[in-house]
Nanobody, 130 residues
Framework: QVHFVESSGGGLAQPGGSLRLSCTGT????????LAWFRQAPGKKHEAVAC???????????DSVKGRFTISADKVKYAKNTMYLQLNNLKPEDTATYYC???????????????????WGPGTQITVSS
């Protein structure tokens, strides 16, 4: 069972600015996991932003962030893994609480935001405003 112990990098940014989120978890095995970033803005639905396979590093992005956000993850070492979300060209509509999440492990993984993400990290707030 993966436990996310730390999430950081949120804060205030101006439109067009950049931030980098990171989230560290423990309890990983060497089998593939799906790692994802979700976000929720006040009054809006919880939405998947990006996900990545720790196996073959394939990725998926929502249309709203494609070309602006980049998801990545370190290799699992000593059952620990850190995932990242680089957010560029931020827009006011990116304002939300961002959560990291994991699904797995899998023997075979096709990355998708529709997988059952049942391991969640603490949220970190991003506010984009001039």
């Amino acid at each position: 069972q993966v436990h996310f112990v730390e999430s950081s990098g949120g804060g205030l940014a101006q439109p067009g600015g950049s931030l980098r989120l990171s989230c560290t978890g423990t309890g990983f095995t060497l089998d593939p996991y799906a790692l994802a970033w979700f976000r929720q803005a006040p009054g809006k639905k919880h939405e998947a932003v990006a996900c990545i396979s720790t196996g073959d590093e394939t990725t998926w992005y929502s249309d709203s962030v494609k070309g602006r956000f980049t998801i990545s993850a370190d290799k699992v070492k000593y059952a620990k893994n850190t995932m990242y979300l680089q957010l560029n060209n931020l827009k006011p509509e990116d304002t939300a609480t961002y959560y990291c999440a994991a699904s797995g492990p899998y023997s075979y993984l096709e990355i998708s935001p529709a997988l059952r993400y049942d391991m969640w990290g603490p949220g970190t707030q991003i506010t984009v405003s001039s």
